[in-house]
Each structure stands twice: as C-alpha cells, then as structure tokens.
C-alpha cells in the first residue's frame, strides 16, 4: 500500500488533488483509515493517477475522465481512443476560435497605439522630496515581474497625473501601489515603464534626502538626487489599467504586524500542489480579527494566499500596524497603511480544491 504523500509525489498530483478525486469519484483510494481518515492507494493505482495528471494537463473535463479511467485496463480501449480523439477536437476548436478573437482584438490595439503611446512621449520635469519617493520604491519593488514572457511587467510604472506620482508594479499574482505629491508639472498625464535595473538605480540615489527631480523627454527618464543622476530609456510596452485591478473591498480588520508574522511562523501551513508555493489561509472572525486556518473548509469568510507574497507584502508595509482587507475566497485581499491608503497591495487568492 502506498500513502497519499507517497502517490501525490510519484504521480505529480498535489494532496489536495487527490482528496478532491476522491471525494469525486474519478481515483478512490484502496483503504481509508477509520480512526485518522488517512488515504491509502494499491501499488497498481499509481499508474491511474499518472494517466489522471496527464489527462487533466491536458484539460479534459471531469466526466471524459472518469470514462477513460473506467475503461483504461479493459480488453477493449476504444472508448478511450474515441475520448481522447473527441478531446482533441475540441481543443483544436479551441485554439482556432481564440486565434480568431486574437486576430480581431490585434486591431484594435492598432487603433489604440497611437493614443497610448502619447502617454510615453510627453516631456515631463518635475520635482519630489526624495524620502517620498524612496518610499514608494521600497514599497512596491517586491511586485516586480522576474518573467521574461511579459517584459511589460518587468519594471516600475511610473504614472503622472496632476499632483500625484503613482508607482505601481505587479507580476499578475500581486501588484503594490503607492503614492508620492509632486510639484512643477502641470500637464496631462503620463506613463512611464522604468526597468528594474534603472529604478534600481534610482533608488540608490534617494538616501541622501533632499528634493529629486525626475524628467521624461522621449523615450529618456531621468532622475537627479543630490550630486546624482540616474538616466536611461523607458520600457518600449504598454503596462495594464492597474486602476481596473483594484479591489471593490471587503471586510477591514488591523493587525499587529509583529503578533501576525509571529503567528504565520508558528500556525497552520497549507502545502501547495506539487512545485506550487506554501499557502496561508486567512479567515475572519465575527469580531473581525484575522486568524489562521489549519485546512481550507467550505468558509465564506476565508482566503488561500501565497505565503511567501503574503510575507512580502507585510514587510513593504513598513508600519507597526497594517489594515487586512479580506472580501471573498475568490476576491483579492488588499493590505494596506492606516495612515496612508493611498500606498497598498493586493495579494491574488489562491483557489483551494477542499
């Protein structure tokens, strides 16, 4: 007999994976312990379940799943020729219907090109007391994207509007925002994509306080701290509506940062699936104070995120206390500073299959 650890490792199906398969139908195991409820598979289960991760890489529907796995080991496989043909087809439909809809939205951004890039070509000079802008760097530098397939993600934004100097990074599973006054520009807004080795850079030059004055001319950014300069050229992409990602809300609750990284170093951890990080999972108590679940029930009141983000996220927050915006299992939670609101991230939740 092998353990559920012991099949979710050689099969590369996660724990949870296989309690949901079970609860399912689809892979029951060969023996349940009555006492511990421990889920126990025969030797020759372990090569339904590597059929099971493939078929579900491969995005086959549940029902078609099960199907196979019936008849898998019988005398005639026709059945499951005959599935995955079906299968087949249909993603091949798929792709050619999204191929489609791709080609019709590559239009339209041609459409729109000329109108974004007159975001990036503005001349923009203004200044900034350096502390406030260090501090918007430290806050939303750990959201940087380090993936080479969206270089529009691997870099600050910059975005100018009247007043206020938003920055913003985000690498789709987080994203941090702050906010910095400005003074000597009064033109309409723009945006800049800073890449992480200029803003980098940037940042080094701000500790000596003072005024900072950032310039765009072109494609050029410029930043002059003290006896310093740090200058280069702008990201050549389009960085997303970061204001359409924010979160509608959700219940608000203040946390001690000290007791709450106290208790993630000592309360429950959710393993991910296989390769997958660690999961925290947050729940919100009748009171509205924030504790830790040991497993992932059927809550409203409760989110899966990524531990390690949700540890970032803390320590950018840079304050003794931070408020916890916790909306849905599927909702964004926000976390963000009681005396500046303006200055936040957002963790994406992590869906949990039990």
């Known amino acids: 007999m092998r353990s559920i650890g012991e099949t979710a490792r050689d099969s590369g199906l996660g724990v949870s994976a296989l309690r949901f398969y079970d609860r399912a139908g689809v892979l029951v195991p060969a023996w349940v312990d009555p006492v511990s409820g421990y889920r126990w598979y025969e030797q020759e289960q372990l090569e339904e379940a590597r059929l099971l991760a493939r078929l579900r890489r491969a995005g086959m529907p549940l029902a078609d799943i099960r199907l196979v796995l019936a008849s898998w080991s019988g005398v005639d496989t026709g059945l499951v020729r005959e599935l995955l043909a079906s299968h087949l087809r249909r993603l091949e439909q798929g792709l050619s219907d999204a191929r489609s809809e791709f080609s019709a939205l590559r239009a339209l951004l041609d459409h729109r090109e000329n109108a974004m890039t007159s975001l990036r070509t503005a001349t923009v000079r203004l200044s900034i007391a350096a502390p406030e802008l260090a501090a918007a760097l430290d806050a939303v530098r750990f959201a940087v994207s380090t993936d080479p397939e969206l270089p529009m993600l691997g870099g600050v934004l910059f975005d100018v509007e009247g007043e206020s100097l938003h920055v913003v990074a ?33 940042r080094a030059l701000l500790d000596s306080g003072g005024p900072a004055r950032f310039s765009v001319e072109g494609d050029r950014v410029t930043l002059e701290a003290g006896d310093g300069q740090a200058a280069g050229q ?14 509608a809300g959700g219940r608000r609750t203040v946390v001690d940062v000290a007791a709450f990284l106290k208790a993630l170093a000592t309360g429950p951890v959710r393993s991910g699936e296989a390769g997958a990080h660690d999961l925290s999972v947050l729940g919100v108590e009748g009171g509205g104070a924030v504790t830790l679940r040991a497993d992932g029930h059927d809550d409203p009141n ?12 803390l320590d950018a927050g840079a304050r003794d206390r931070l408020i916890l915006e ?29």
């Open 234 to 247: 702008c990201l050549d992409h389009d960085f997303p509506d970061y204001r359409r990602l924010l979160p």
């Open 170 to 202: 985000t690498d789709r599973y987080r994203m941090a925002v702050a906010r910095a006054g400005v003074a000597g520009y009064d033109g309409s807004r723009v945006q800049v994509i800073v890449g992480t080795a200029l803003a980098d850079a940037m």
């Open 326 to 354: 916790i909306g849905a299992p599927t909702a964004p939670i926000a976390i963000r500073r009681p005396d500046d609101e303006g200055t936040f991230s957002i963790l994406m939740p992590v869906r949990l299959e039990d």
């Open 302 to 313: 409760r989110v899966a995120v990524n531990r390690a983000f949700l540890l970032d996220a």
